[in-house]
T-cell receptor, first 115, second 115 residues
Framework: AQKVTQAQTEISVVEKEDVTLDCVYE???????LFWYKQPPSGELVFLIR??????QNEISGRYSWNFQKSTSSFNFTITASQVVDSAVYFC????????????FGEGTQLTVNP | EPEVTQTPSHQVTQMGQEVILRCVPI?????FYWYRQILGQKVEFLVS????????KSEIFDDQFSVERPDGSNFTLKIRSTKLEDSAMYFC?????????????FGSGTRLTVV
């Protein structure tokens, strides 16, 4: 069985603060993929990143960075110098090799960035 | 950038009526999916479709649901006799590979309201 836990239901920060969104996953598969999606107030799901289980290199994309740690089964997402436009719900998701093609999503973290 | 297109963006229907949600996946993708998000909750997998047949479905996808690829471009989700609890955002997604190694692209969603 696959499971994704995003323990932070809501986070509120002031603009320009750094913020980290936590994601902990469970899977028995040795091969799996992890994803982050952003859901702005308009409702669509915007793909942010995909990482496979064999690539533990951390990744940076502009103000976004991701920290993948297999030892703790975590795939955390950090936004540096947050902006009001970052306000959204962020979902972490997992697809394991034996779970067919389905993505298992976490509960999501509502991030509010205040001016 | 290629995108998944969903229509309509919002549909209101009476309980017991049939609805068809429509999606146009990315043209060179072979794998298609429907997901559901009840308001304020996480995104849940419904069904995956490949080579003109269902490849996987969740326990949510019961006999009132069906999917079809009626032509070379559209992918539809039919709900035969809607219930109040079917009110949700329905997302269509597509991918180039079964593993999602190139990612899953989601549409903007159809918000279904059953009254």
């Amino acid at each position: 069985a696959q499971k994704v836990t995003q323990a932070q239901t809501e986070i509120s920060v002031v603009e320009k603060e750094d913020v980290t969104l936590d994601c902990v996953y469970e899977t028995r598969d040795t091969t799996y993929y992890l994803f982050w999606y952003k859901q702005p107030p308009s409702g669509e799901l915007v793909f942010l990143i995909r990482r496979n289980s064999f690539d533990e290199q951390n990744e940076i994309s502009g103000r976004y960075s991701w920290n993948f740690q297999k030892s703790t089964s975590s795939f955390n997402f950090t936004i540096t110098a947050s902006q009001v436009v970052d306000s959204a719900v962020y979902f972490c998701a997992l697809r394991g090799e034996t779970s067919g093609s389905r993505l298992t999503f976490g509960e999501g973290t509502q991030l509010t960035v205040n001016p | 950038e290629p995108e998944v297109t969903q229509t309509p963006s919002h549909q209101v229907t009476q309980m017991g009526q049939e609805v068809i949600l429509r999606c146009v996946p990315i043209s060179n993708h072979l794998y298609f999916y429907w997901y559901r998000q009840i308001l304020g909750q996480k995104v849940e997998f419904l069904v995956s479709f490949y080579n003109n047949e269902i490849s996987e479905k969740s326990e949510i996808f019961d006999d009132q649901f069906s999917v079809e690829r009626p032509d070379g471009s559209n992918f539809t989700l039919k709900i035969r006799s809607t219930k109040l609890e079917d009110s949700a955002m329905y997302f269509c997604a597509s991918s180039a590979s079964r593993t999602g190694s190139y990612g899953y692209t989601f549409g903007s969603g159809t918000r279904l309201t059953v009254v």
